[in-house]
């Protein structure tokens, strides 16, 4: 069961049937750092993950948000809903999820969030017993902590990418083998790096690189450069917008398709609104959006779901752990 909590209600008695003092009660935060657009969508996808995920444990599940990250009045408004980020730093929560954003600043370190990010960083190795840190999120995670910094692709690492276990880790117990993942990024990290860092890779994709990795500090840190939490349609969604941006002039070069993501009719319809618009670019040819492109799949839920269980499991097991020690 997952409890959902706001600036109001986090100040108020928890939920009917969760005990602080119930291992199998957990408190986690939910930082989203996603664009306006996508705030919503990205709640729905980490409550369905997490419901899916939970079976009998109880998750008060409390939304947070960096205050630097650029919004519209529209985004400041929804933001409203959420709990005060600054409420954060005088407690504890089991755990801690912290979503990507799209990249602003070619450096890191130049995005206006910077010191926000750093400091919850530091908060989350302290207070939790783990972090789960999602794309950009963790590309941050490791160049502050370890000065490993990422590295540009010339183009979006962009659709659904199998991976492979090869690393055994109680995280992993209950996930396939080979898993798919969908990955939408515009930097790597350097696989030796992460050895030389100290970071445990779970899994990896032949074609996408380092996808799930670890590292033990105080709190353990779970990094993902894929997005197991993505609804089906998200990356159609995306792939859409790109395609606008071209359309409207806001970008160069027309997106490259999600590989492995769209089904044989659909890609041939793609392949000639593509064609229609490099010689005809205009928004208007946006309504030639096939709908046949709409009849995607999520083949990553099971996956994306077991790899969820494992981490609660996870927390639950520490949460008994401080428990017992007092």
Request: with cysteine.
């Amino acid at each position: 069961m997952v409890t959902l909590t706001g600036a109001e209600s986090i100040r108020k008695r928890p939920p009917i049937g969760f005990s602080e003092s119930d291992p199998q009660c957990l408190d986690i935060g939910l930082v989203n750092n996603m664009s306006d657009a996508a705030l919503e969508a990205t709640e729905r996808q980490f409550r369905a993950l997490l419901t899916a995920a939970a079976g009998n444990v109880k998750v008060r599940l409390t939304f947070y948000a960096l205050p630097e990250v650029p919004r519209s009045e529209a985004g400041r408004n929804h933001l409203s809903s959420y709990a005060d980020i600054n409420s954060l730093w005088d407690r504890h929560l089991d755990g801690l999820i912290v979503t990507g954003a799209e990249p602003r600043a070619p450096r890191l370190m130049d995005e206006p969030y910077w010191g926000s990010l750093t400091r919850l960083l530091d908060w989350a190795d302290r207070e939790t017993s783990s972090s789960i840190w999602s794309c950009l999120a963790a590309h941050a995670a490791v160049l502050h902590f370890d000065g490993i910094d990422r590295l540009p692709y010339s183009d979006k690492r962009f659709g659904v990418f199998v991976s492979t276990l090869v690393s055994d880790h109680p995280l992993m117990a209950c996930a396939p083998r080979q898993l798919q993942m969908p990955h939408s990024r515009w930097n790597d990290i350097p696989e030796d790096a992460m050895s030389t860092g100290g970071y445990h890779v779970l899994t990896r994709s032949e074609e996408a690189g380092i996808d799930i990795f670890v590292k033990q500090r105080k709190s353990l840190f779970v990094l993902f450069q894929g997005h197991p939490e993505y609804g089906a349609e998200t990356l159609l969604l995306e792939y859409r917008r790109d395609i606008r941006r071209f359309l409207r002039g806001e970008r160069e070069t027309y997106p490259f398709m999600p590989h492995d993501y769209f089904a044989p009719d659909a890609v041939d319809a793609l392949n000639a609104l593509q064609e229609r618009a490099r010689s005809d670019r205009r928004e208007e040819l946006l309504k030639e959006f096939p709908a046949s492109a709409y009849h995607v799949t999520n083949t990553w839920r099971h996956a994306a779901t077991s790899i969820y269980r494992g981490w609660l499991q996870y927390l639950c097991a520490q949460k008994e752990q401080r428990l017992s020690a007092g």
